[in-house]
């Protein structure tokens, strides 16, 4: 069953060019790692809610776009290997790897795919 890293950013407008740069950059590690597929995702139709949404969910200002993106492993094994191999590879140094976005407004986690069409679906 496959396994999904899903991630929500507020990225700066400005930084649009530098953040698909950067993951680029990271989808070719993920990929080394066993990943299966990386997709990135700008907000174009994200509206404000009442109570919650994207965009309270990063802290997104002015200026700010929200960024939804995931990768899809093969299983959670990979993926746990996938990520601690890259904890010791030296391209993922934060010196190396300068963020376009404040990373401390990011949110992540791993998913268990439930559903995936087209394609085999997921059993729970």
């Known amino acids: 069953m496959s396994y999904i890293d899903g991630f929500l950013a507020a990225v700066p407008v400005a930084n649009k060019s ?3 740069a950067h993951a680029q950059y990271m989808a070719t590690v993920f990929m080394e790692y066993g990943a299966l597929q990386v ?5 174009d139709d994200v509206p404000h809610g009442k109570l919650t949404d994207f965009h309270r969910a990063v ?5 700010e776009a ?6 899809r492993w093969p299983d959670k094994a ?3 290997a996938g990520w601690k191999a ?3 590879d030296p391209r993922m140094q934060a ?9 401390k407004r990011m949110v ?15 059993t729970p």
């Open 18 to 20: 530098a953040y698909l």
């Open 39 to 43: 997709v990135e995702n700008w907000a």
């Open 59 to 63: 802290q997104a200002g002015d200026g």
């Open 66 to 71: 929200v960024v939804f993106s995931w990768v």
């Open 78 to 80: 990979t993926r746990d």
């Open 86 to 88: 890259m904890e010791n």
């Open 95 to 103: 010196d190396s790897l300068p963020m376009p976005f404040d990373g």
């Open 108 to 122: 992540y986690g791993g998913f268990i795919n439930l559903l995936g069409l087209p394609g085999a679906a997921a």
